[in-house]
């Protein structure tokens, strides 16, 4: 292509790389850029080209500055406030590796203007965050949506790390049979629910993952391995603390008055409060009983209490005095 016929690309870019409502470019200013990239563009063209930009779609501002005439971007796809919100997600997230965040925020950077991109350079935080090592977590993702698309399973190949920092294979290195349904961010990771016939309506950490595949067979109908029931994303979050598994049971807990906000925070609005009238709640929850929601509900001390069901109090209370047992005349 001609250099002449990328002056409109060429235009383009240039106004949303370098200007924004602080930073404006006259006409001979933008001339003189075009002529840098061996563009000639007259004062008369120009104006055409600002209004052919204009008619795409971009919202280019004429204002006057300091005696000047000059033009620059108003509106953006993405405003600089959304664009931090984004930069924050992106280096808080710990399944996103260290390389693979500074190039997002450099990205990220490129829709906006150069001037205002210095406010999203922040990737020093990066450094002192903890962060996954894999890599391959975003092919390991692009392959489980896929699978999910065509409702079939995946197979899988699922590690830990041992104190010497290498790899364990669990399930004695053979691969995992997994029905898919859905991709979730949670407690500071990626991770996939699906149905594996050892546990039923599981999850696994994604970026603990490897040799992933999707097979020909059909994954099991999320509805059947419900029970008949569909699979409710958003309720299984709530109820599975640290995405740790266990027995779904329905507890009242009752907790001091001052802890209702945490509560409402942790299980919604939707979950029934009963006022006991003497400075606690009652709370009716569905949750998955495990060592972590036991760990959870030990952040609140004497002020939260297992009301019911029996057994459950008895195994939170046992919980408790095993881990007393440990300091024993210390």
């Avoid at 209004?51 to 300091?66: A, F, K, P």
């Avoid at 490129?110 to 977590?137: C, D, F, M, P, W």
């Avoid at 509805?223 to 299984?236: I, M, N, R, T």
């Avoid at 009301?307 to 008895?314: H, L, Q």
Wanted: charged letters at 25%; a positive charge; proline letters at 3%.
């Amino acid at each position: 292509m001609p250099i002449q016929k990328q002056k409109l690309p060429l235009l383009q870019k240039l106004f949303l790389a370098e200007t924004d409502e602080d930073h404006g470019l006259t006409l001979s200013e933008i001339a003189q850029e075009l002529a840098r990239q061996g563009v000639t563009a007259e004062r008369k063209s120009l104006y055409d080209d600002i209004d052919t930009l204009r008619e795409c779609g971009m919202d280019i501002i004429r204002s006057r500055r300091d005696g000047h005439t000059c033009y620059f971007i108003g509106e953006r796809d993405f405003q600089l406030p959304e664009l931090k919100l984004l930069v924050d997600a992106v280096q808080a997230s710990r399944f996103i590796t260290r390389n693979k965040s500074e190039q997002l925020i450099r990205k990220l950077e490129q829709l906006t203007s150069r001037h205002l991109a210095k406010q999203l350079q922040r990737s020093v935080y990066v450094y002192g965050r903890v962060k996954t090592t894999n890599e391959r977590i975003y092919l390991n993702v692009d392959t489980i949506h896929n699978a999910i698309a065509q409702q079939r399973k995946v197979a899988f190949r699922y590690f830990r790390y041992g104190l010497d920092r290498k790899k364990q294979l669990r399930n004695g290195g053979r691969d995992y049979l997994v029905s898919p349904y859905a991709l979730t961010w949670g407690e500071d990771n990626y991770y996939l629910i699906g149905h594996y016939p050892k546990y039923g309506i599981t999850n696994f950490r994604v970026d603990r993952m490897e040799h992933i595949r999707v097979l020909e067979e059909a994954a099991l109908p999320a509805k059947k391995a419900g029970g008949g029931h569909e699979l409710d994303l958003s309720q299984y979050s709530v109820r599975t603390f640290g995405m740790y598994n266990g027995p779904l049971r329905d507890l009242t807990i009752r907790f001091q008055n001052n802890l209702c906000e945490v509560v409402l925070d942790r299980f919604g609005d939707s979950v029934f409060l009963r006022d006991c009238g003497d400075g606690t709640f009652t709370a009716d929850i569905r949750v998955k009983v495990s060592p972590i929601f036991f760990g959870w509900l030990m952040n609140f001390g004497t002020q939260a209490k297992i009301v019911s069901p029996a057994d459950v109090a008895r195994q939170y209370a046992e919980a408790a005095r095993q881990v007393a047992a440990l300091y024993d005349g210390e």
